[in-house]
C-alpha cells in the first residue's frame, strides 16, 4: 500500500474497515500510520471463513466438471462402440 492518492484510492475499502476498527464505540485512539497499515493486513475470522466456503465450492465444482466430462466420455465411447457393431 502506498500513501500516494492512487495508491489510498486503490485500498479505500480496506481503509475505512481499519479506520472502524481504530475509532470503537466513539472512542478515539491515537494509532501511527504501520498500526493502520497492520489494521489493514489483518484478516478476520469471518473473511477466511468466507474464502474458505468459496475455495470449498470450487473445488467441488470441479469435482463436478470433471464427473460429467468422464461420463461424456464413457457414453462417445458406447455410442462409437454401438455403430460401429451396426
Request: aromatic share 8%; net charge negative; proline share 0%.
Given at each position: ?11 479505500a475499502f480496506e ?53 460429467e466430462a468422464s ?16
Amino acid at each position: 500500500m502506498s500513501l500516494d492518492e492512487e495508491g489510498i484510492c486503490q485500498t479505500a475499502f480496506e481503509l475505512i474497515f481499519a479506520f472502524d476498527e481504530v475509532i470503537s464505540l466513539g472512542h478515539k485512539e491515537n494509532v501511527t500510520v504501520a498500526q493502520v497499515k497492520q489494521y489493514c493486513e489483518m484478516e478476520s475470522h469471518e473473511e477466511k471463513l468466507h474464502k474458505l466456503l468459496l475455495q470449498n465450492k470450487i473445488d467441488e465444482t470441479k469435482r463436478r466438471m470433471k464427473e460429467e466430462a468422464s461420463k461424456i466420455d464413457q457414453m462417445k465411447v458406447f455410442v462409437y462402440s454401438y455403430t460401429k457393431n451396426i
